[in-house]
């Protein structure tokens, strides 16, 4: 199994998300849970799509931390 890394941003009433490793993969919901579950989804498509077409699938590179800054 293969972890990657998603940023999910708050978009008006909703959630983005995409992936820094598979550009051009995203996702969206009014949800984090359910903009997580479609980028699953989104990313496992996107993978299939590569192998079917006999293209290398991307190693994950990037890595996320939060951080606390005094304001």
């Known amino acids: 199994m293969t972890e990657y890394t998603i940023i999910i941003e708050k978009s008006g009433d909703n959630f983005s998300a995409y992936c820094p490793d598979l550009p051009g993969v995203i996702a969206t919901g009014k949800t ?30 990037t890595t996320a931390r939060s951080i606390k800054v005094a304001v």
């Not at 590569?50 to 290398?56: A, G, H, L």
Request: aromatic share 4%; net charge negative.
């Open 32 to 61: 984090t849970e359910e903009t997580t579950g479609r980028m699953k989804e989104a990313i496992e498509f996107h993978i299939e799509g590569q192998i079917s077409e006999k293209m290398p699938v991307p190693e994950p590179t």
